[in-house]
């Protein structure tokens, strides 16, 4: 059992960057993928980027690349989302999400654990 609790979301005008951090409890942090995801308003849940256990691996959605950098310290328990030159598109309510798998990660199906979410919103 893996419990998410995200933070480090807010308001931010566009360009701008925020940090969205996701805490992780348990011991066995290390073995899983962790995943980014986005649900802006009226509109489905969305894959942003995933990392795996050892951060060897990341994987972005086309629209974020060269401006989300994910990243994970498993000293910590603790994964990251480094984002830039913030639009406001990237409004949304961010999730992150837990999986032992390493298939579908780019796919909700895929992912066994997530957290409540935190806001971000970017204004123009």
């Known amino acids: 059992q893996v419990q998410l609790v995200e933070s480090g979301g807010g308001l931010v005008q566009a360009g701008g960057s925020l940090r969205l951090s996701c805490a992780a409890s348990g011991r066995t942090f290390s073995s899983y993928t962790m995943g980014w995801f986005r649900q802006a308003p009226g509109k489905e849940r969305e894959f942003v980027a995933f990392i795996n256990w050892s951060g060897g691996r990341t994987y972005y959605t086309d629209s974020v690349k060269g401006r989300f950098t994910i990243s994970r310290d498993n000293a910590k328990n603790t994964v990251y989302l480094q984002m830039n030159s913030l639009k406001p598109e990237d409004t949304a309510v961010y999730y992150c999400?837990?999986?032992?798998?390493?298939?579908?990660?780019?796919?909700?199906?895929?992912?066994?654990?997530w957290g409540q979410g935190t806001q971000v919103t970017v204004s123009s």
């Open positions: 999400a837990a999986t032992l798998s390493i298939a579908a990660v780019t796919t909700m199906e895929g992912y066994d654990y």
